[in-house]
C-alpha cells in the first residue's frame, strides 16, 4: 500500500504538471491562433468534431481502460491490442474518406471534403500511439507524458500559429491538429521503450473485449450524444454560431476537463488497484473528489466574475457574444471532475454493463431535450445541459456509491465547504472589480483578490483538501529543489 500511495502521489504530480503544462501551453497558442481567425473558422471544425470522434473511440474500442483494469495484463495482452487498433484505423478512416462528400452535403459547406479527409488522418496516427499511452498510464508514467506533451504542443502550435498568420483560415487548425498528433506518436515511441511482440492472441482480444466492448458502445453513446449540440447548432444556424458556442465551450471547459483529465488518469489505474478492498476504495474516493472540489470550485466560480474582461483582452471584441455562454457552462463545469470519479469507481469494479446502460440512457434524454429545446436558441441549449449534468450526477454516483456503501448525501457534506468558500471568494471578486475601468486591472485585480481570499478561508477553516494539497506541493517541492 505505501509503495502505491507513492506511485499515486508521484503520479498526481507529474499527471498535474503533464495536464497543466499542455493546457497552458495549448490556451495561449490558442489566443494568438484565435485573434487571427474568426468564429466561422473553429465552426466548420466543429462541424466535422462528431465525425471524428466516433472513429476515435472505435480505435480505441475499450482495450485501453480494459488493459488498465486487468491486473495480469502482458506483452501478448498490450501487443495483440497494438494490432488490432492499427486495423481498426486504416478501416474507419477509409469509411471516413469515402463518406465526406455526404458529411459536406449534409451541412452544405462544400470545403468540408478536403478539410475532412485530411484531418481524419490522425485517427490512423492515434491508433500507433493508444497502446503506448496506456502502458505507461497502467504503470503511472506520466513523468514521460509530460516530456512528450511539452515537445509536441510548443512547435504545432507554432505551425498553427504561422498558417493563421499568413491568411490560411480553417487550416491553420487543422494543420496545428495534424502535426501535433504526429509529433505526439512519434515522441511515444521515442520516450517508451515498450514495444509490440510479433504475436496475436485471439483469446486474449475475446477476453479483453468482453469487458471492452461495454465501454466501446458506451464512448460511442457519449461522444455522439455530447456532440449532438454541435451537430444541431451547425445544421439549424450557421457556422459563426457554431464557432461562437465552440469557443465559449473550449474556454468555460478547459480548467474543469484539465482537473478531470487529471483525475481519470490516475483515479482508474488507483481505484481499479483497490478494487477488492471496500474501505480503502472509498478512502480514496473521498479524497480525490475533496481535492477535486477544492480545485475546481473557486477556479470555474472565479471565471464566471473574470469572463468578460478576459475575452474582451485576449480574444477582441468580436467574441464577446461568448461571454454569457461562458458564465453559464462554467456552472456545469464545476461538476465535471465528480462525474470522472464517479463513472471510475464503476469501471474499477469491472462493471462495464451499468457503465454502458448509464451512457445509453443519459444520452438518449440529452438527444430528446436538445430536439425539444434548440428552437428557443443556443443559451437555451446550453442552460438545458447545465441542468442535466446536475440531474446526472446524481444517477452516476447513486450507481458507484452503492459498490462504496456511501450516500449521496455524505458526498455532498464533504464537498460543501468548498463550495461555500468559493461562493464567498466569488462575491468579493466581484466586488474588487466592480469599479475598475481597465481590462487588465479587471483581470488582475480580482483574480489576486480571489486566490488571496480562498487560500485565507481555506487556512482558516482548515479544510481536508488544503492538508492534502498542500503536502503534494511540499513533495513537489521537494523534488524539484533537490
Known amino acids: 500500500m505505501g509503495n502505491l500511495k507513492s506511485k499515486t502521489t508521484n503520479a498526481a504530480i507529474w499527471s498535474t504538471l503533464d495536464k497543466f503544462l499542455e493546457q497552458g501551453i495549448r490556451f495561449i497558442i490558442g489566443l494568438f491562433v484565435a485573434r487571427l481567425l474568426f468564429p466561422s473558422d473553429y465552426g466548420l471544425i466543429g462541424m466535422i468534431a462528431i465525425f471524428l470522434a466516433i472513429p476515435d473511440v472505435l480505435v480505441n474500442s475499450g482495450f485501453g481502460s480494459a488493459l488498465i483494469q486487468k491486473k495480469s495484463a502482458n506483452d501478448s495482452d498490450f501487443s495483440t491490442v497494438f494490432y488490432f487498433n492499427i486495423c481498426v484505423g486504416v478501416i474507419v478512416y477509409l469509411i471516413l474518406y469515402l463518406t465526406a462528400p455526404l458529411i459536406a452535403d449534409f451541412y452544405q459547406e462544400p470545403q468540408l471534403i478536403l478539410i475532412t479527409r485530411v484531418v481524419g488522418l490522425t485517427i490512423i496516427i492515434n491508433s500507433f500511439a493508444l497502446v503506448q499511452r496506456t502502458f505507461l498510464t497502467k504503470n503511472l508514467n506520466f513523468k514521460v507524458q509530460t516530456k512528450i506533451s511539452f515537445f509536441s504542443i510548443l512547435p504545432s502550435g507554432i505551425i498553427g500559429i504561422l498558417f493563421a498568420y499568413y491568411g490560411y483560415g480553417v487550416w491553420a487548425i487543422v494543420f496545428q491538429s495534424l502535426s501535433s498528433r504526429i509529433l505526439t506518436t512519434s515522441f511515444f515511441w521515442i520516450f517508451n521503450n515498450w514495444r509490440p511482440k510479433l504475436v496475436f492472441n485471439l483469446q486474449s482480444l475475446k477476453s479483453l473485449f468482453s469487458f471492452g466492448s461495454n465501454l466501446l458502445a458506451a464512448g460511442i453513446f457519449y461522444t455522439i450524444f455530447s456532440r449532438i449540440y454541435t ?9 459563426e454560431s457554431l464557432g461562437n458556442y465552440t469557443k465559449a465551450y473550449q474556454i468555460a471547459r478547459m480548467p474543469a476537463n484539465s482537473i478531470t483529465s487529471i483525475i481519470e488518469r490516475i483515479a482508474f489505474p488507483v481505484f481499479s488497484t483497490l478494487q477488492n478492498d471496500i ?18 470550485f473557486p477556479i470555474m466560480i472565479g471565471l464566471i466574475v473574470l469572463s468578460e474582461p478576459l475575452v474582451r483582452l485576449i480574444l477582441t471584441d468580436k467574441w464577446l457574444q461568448i461571454v454569457p455562454y461562458i458564465q453559464v457552462i462554467c456552472i456545469g463545469g464545476l461538476i465535471i471532475p465528480l462525474h470522472t470519479l464517479s463513472l471510475s469507481i464503476i469501471k474499477a469494479k469491472g462493471d462495464s454493463k451499468i457503465f454502458l446502460r448509464l451512457e445509453f440512457v443519459k444520452n438518449i434524454i440529452s438527444t430528446i431535450v436538445i430536439f425539444i429545446i434548440y428552437r428557443w436558441g443556443i443559451m437555451a441549449i446550453i442552460y438545458s445541459n447545465v441542468v442535466l449534468a446536475y440531474l446526472f450526477l446524481y444517477v452516476n454516483f447513486y450507481f458507484a456509491g452503492k459498490k462504496m456503501n456511501f450516500t449521496f448525501g455524505k458526498h455532498l457534506v464533504d464537498l460543501l465547504p468548498y463550495f461555500g468558500m468559493s461562493l464567498i471568494t466569488m462575491v468579493i471578486m466581484y466586488i474588487s472589480g466592480y469599479f475598475l475601468s481597465s481590462d487588465i486591472l479587471k483581470l488582475l485585480v480580482p483574480t489576486i483578490t480571489g486566490i488571496l481570499v480562498y487560500g485565507l478561508l481555506s487556512r482558516f477553516f482548515k479544510v481536508e483538501a488544503y492538508t492534502e494539497s498542500m503536502i503534494i506541493l511540499h513533495k513537489i517541492k521537494s523534488k524539484f529543489t533537490k
Open 279 to 296: 474501505d480503502k476504495l472509498l478512502i480514496g474516493f473521498r479524497k480525490f473528489a475533496r481535492i477535486a472540489a477544492f480545485i475546481n
Open 231 to 239: 451537430v444541431v447548432i451547425g445544421k439549424f444556424y450557421d457556422a
